[in-house]
């Protein structure tokens, strides 16, 4: 019954830079299956780095970053959500999809835009959505090449609060429906209370662990008082504490 | 927000009272989904304006140097018929295609390597500052000293001269590419073969668009010119020899002819081509 971690990270030393104090240092994480894990941190602290490193594109490291029991790099492609939308302008939305899963079916794109909200929209060009639209999308392109690693970077960053709330009930539903492992980003302490199993809170240069917290009941299900019950803990763990607020 | 869009749909929730104007007040305006740019006539209009002034001045001139579109136009006829005028344009288009294909590929070559490389472009950017600023014509002259006066010597200072353009437009254009998208391709570990077709070309397309405009203009002048300098036939060669004869009828025959050439150049080729790969442009849907 016990599953092995689907996520090894071990960092020994990670300094993009060269030669200065690294960013990293001695890190260790291990992701069952499945879990949606929230990296929480201040600006800088190397949050968007550890993704780039998780999804092989980042490579100045020292140490052993396995996905499925492969070395990152040599990982299937994991499913990857920007800050920004960052879509291809001059691709219309499903050659955005087609850019990274080049064998997608007509059928498959229309269903993966009916997932996120955006059927019919197969011909518009990124520049005729709105901004939440966008954000849908480039889900939908994270989830075209049938990731069995989410990561997600800040996805809600830049959003007005109507916004965010859409898009957090759509990642829930994604997250419950493609089961993929998931990290997911943020400076925010609520979008970790709200969304995810488990809360992973760095600090300090090189960046340490300084709280691993396993977020009792149920991701998407919690109350709005133990919402902002668990993401005050958080910020006292280390979060920044005007994101708290 | 909300509020706005219940009054607008004339469903306003009880107790709740809408926004007013002050009496007086400007209206608040729609901003433009895309500029203005005034009826379609006024294009087509252009050029049929420019024959009637055109027709006007030689109307009030009365001079041999300046012969109505009427006597051009009979002009024109009589070169077609001779033969001379399509040899000549054959010629020349022949020379101008060759240095402008070579001259957008080696510049697009060097604009990338200089754009790409840091240590390249230190070394060479102040080579391609020279050749912007050499005159045309002494590239022409000595290559027509040191190869002859051959179309080979003639070519050679087309692109000399014109590389220079393409690299400075291809070199600012690779400096512009978005490091978003590169992480982008790395990410999802894109081909490089697919790199290039969907991310790398797609955005410096709008500057080889752009040198190709400014390059075919630029090319089709310095192939006349030098062609006038030192040749045996094409559209420079013979306006030349109707410069010494003192033939103004001739001369805005072929250049009306060479116009017409660059015209559909423009509307046949370059707009259609323009229009197809900026269509995703928000000024463009």
Redesign the interface.
């Known amino acids: 019954m016990a599953q092995g971690p689907d996520l090894i990270l071990r960092i020994d030393r990670l300094d993009p830079g060269g030669g200065g104090r690294p960013l990293f240092q001695g890190l260790r994480l291990q992701v069952p299956p499945g879990q949606v894990v929230a990296l929480i941190g201040p600006s800088g602290v190397g949050k968007t780095t550890l993704l780039r490193v998780l999804s092989g594109a980042e490579r100045r490291w020292q140490g052993e970053v396995k996905v499925g029991g492969l070395p990152a790099a040599e990982a299937p492609v994991p499913g990857y959500v920007f800050q920004d939308a960052r879509l291809l302008p001059w691709l219309s939305a499903e050659d955005n999809l087609r850019a990274v899963a080049p064998g997608l079916s007509s059928d498959r794109i229309a269903e993966l835009l009916r997932e996120v909200g955006l059927s019919g929209q197969e011909t518009a060009w990124p520049h005729a959505l709105s901004g939440g639209m966008q954000r849908r999308l480039a889900l939908a392109r994270a989830l075209s090449v049938h990731p069995r690693l989410l990561l997600l970077d800040e996805p809600f960053v830049s959003l007005d609060r109507a916004m965010v709330r859409d898009l957090q009930t759509l990642f829930l539903k994604v997250f419950s429906d493609f089961e993929p492992t998931v990290v997911m980003v943020s400076h925010d302490p609520e979008d970790a209370a709200r969304m995810a199993d488990r809360a992973i809170v760095l600090n300090g240069r090189p960046a340490r662990i300084v709280a691993d917290v396993t977020l009792p009941g149920r991701r998407g299900l919690r109350s709005a008082q133990d919402i902002a019950r668990l993401a005050a803990d958080l910020a006292e763990a280390g979060a920044p504490a005007d994101a708290a607020t | 927000m909300n509020r706005t869009r219940n009054s607008a749909a004339g469903a306003a929730p009880s107790g709740w009272t809408p926004f007013r104007l002050a009496e007086g007040a400007p209206a608040a305006r729609t901003l433009p989904t895309r500029p203005d740019l005034g009826p379609r006539w006024l294009e087509l209009a252009s050029l049929p304006l420019l024959l009637v002034l055109w027709q006007v001045s030689a109307a009030i001139a009365q001079s041999r140097f300046l012969p109505g579109p009427a006597l051009v136009a009979s002009e024109i006829w009589t070169l077609a018929r001779e033969g001379t005028l399509v040899g000549d344009f054959a010629a020349t288009l022949a020379r101008a295609l060759a240095g402008f294909v070579l001259a957008m590929g080696i510049g697009t070559a060097l604009g990338i390597a200089l754009g790409r490389t840091v240590w390249a472009d230190r070394l060479f950017a102040p080579w391609v500052v020279v050749g912007l600023n050499i005159p045309a014509i002494v590239v022409g002259m000595i290559c027509y000293i040191s190869l002859g006066l051959t179309d080979f010597a003639l070519i050679l200072a087309v692109v000399i001269n014109k590389v220079p353009l393409v690299t400075t437009m291809m070199r600012e254009g690779v400096r512009a590419l978005s490091a978003?998208?590169d992480?982008?391709a790395?990410?999802?570990?894109?081909p490089r073969a697919?790199y290039l077709r969907?991310?790398l070309v797609?955005q410096l397309m709008p500057y080889l668009l752009a040198a190709a405009r400014a390059g075919l203009s630029l090319v089709w002048k310095m192939v006349l010119v030098f062609e006038v300098l030192g040749s045996d036939g094409g559209v420079g060669f013979r306006v030349g020899l109707y410069f010494q004869l003192f033939d103004m009828q001739g001369i805005l025959a072929y250049t009306c002819c060479f116009v017409a050439v660059i015209l559909a150049l423009e509307y046949g080729v370059l707009r259609p081509i323009e229009g197809r790969v900026l269509r995703?442009?928000?000024d463009r849907?």
Request: aromatic fraction near 12%.
């Open positions: 978003d998208h992480e982008l790395a990410t999802f570990r894109m697919r969907l991310i797609p995703w442009r928000k849907t």
